[in-house]
Nanobody, 115 residues
Framework: QVHLVQSGGGLVQSGGSLRLSCQVS????????MGWYRQEPGKLRDMVTI???????TYATSVKGRFTLSRDSTKKTMYLQMNSLKPEDTAVYYC?????????WGKGTLVTVYS
């Protein structure tokens, strides 16, 4: 059984920074994609950033240069460092892994950026 436990998020002023964490319980064997998504009220969930098992990283254009995905395999934890936050970054952020072709999601954490 795989569970993703998210932490971080909260309220921050425009221009500020936050870091989200996502810890994977269970074996990490078979994970070939990890990443972060976000969803604004009334909108579809969008990809923020993903990383493959070969360390290829993709960022959404809107966050490129401001957000950084990293991971610590020893802690089975993935991070999303968010800098220069803007009000339009306000959303619920979800971590995701794809393991043997199955998607697993964290419960989501709210990030609110005020101007």
């Amino acid at each position: 059984q795989v569970h993703l436990v998210q932490s971080g998020g909260g309220l921050v002023q425009s221009g500020g920074s936050l870091r989200l964490s996502c810890q994977v319980s269970g074996s990490i064997l078979g994970i070939n994609v990890m990443g972060w998504y976000r969803q604004e009220p009334g909108k579809l969930r969008d990809m923020v950033t993903i990383i493959t098992s070969s360390d290829d990283t993709t960022y959404a254009t809107s966050v490129k240069g401001r957000f950084t995905l990293s991971r610590d395999s020893t802690k089975k934890t993935m991070y999303l460092q968010m800098n220069s936050l803007k009000p339009e970054d306000t959303a619920v952020y979800y971590c995701n892994i794809r393991k043997f072709g199955i998607d697993y999601w964290g419960k989501g954490t709210l990030v609110t950026v005020y101007s």
